[in-house]
């Protein structure tokens, strides 16, 4: 199965990214071999629009769940609508997330996790409001 982790850097023993719409990169694992691609996010200095824009990149690439520290409220109804499953709260390396998810360790989510806005540079409120 594809996932997608968000990342620091384009490798598995980067660092998890806590922000899904701009992250530095989106890694997509096959669960089953470990093989992965490292996609650099276009929409990290996006004015707005980011978290739409990472999510149909993702959605594009057919995984199905997003583990990453973070998502806004539009990011994850896309993802949502995309018939992808979402989980926040991720960090350590990408490999450790993978780990945790192939044992069960993370729950889906059924809300957004920070407000609009959250990822912007600048922003330091992690409030849904």
Do not use: H, W
């Not at 093989?35 to 739409?52: L, R, T, W």
């Not at 769940?65 to 109804?77: D, E, K, R, Y």
């Amino acid at each position: 199965m594809k996932i997608c982790v968000t990342s620091e850097v384009g490798n598995l023993d980067s660092k998890v990214d806590p922000r899904f719409g701009r992250c530095q990169y989106f890694i997509i694992i096959d669960t089953d071999t470990l093989k992965f691609e490292a996609v650099k996010n276009p929409n990290i200095e996006s004015m707005g629009g980011a978290g739409i824009q990472s999510a149909q990149l993702v959605a594009s690439k057919q995984v199905k769940a997003v583990l990453t520290g973070n998502v806004g409220p539009n990011a994850f109804q896309t993802l949502q609508a995309a018939g992808i499953e979402v989980f926040t709260g991720a960090s350590g390396t990408v490999k450790e997330v993978i780990e945790k998810y192939k044992k069960r360790e993370f729950k889906a989510v059924s809300d957004p996790s920070v407000g609009s806005k959250f990822g912007m540079p600048g922003k330091t409120n992690n409030s849904k409001e």
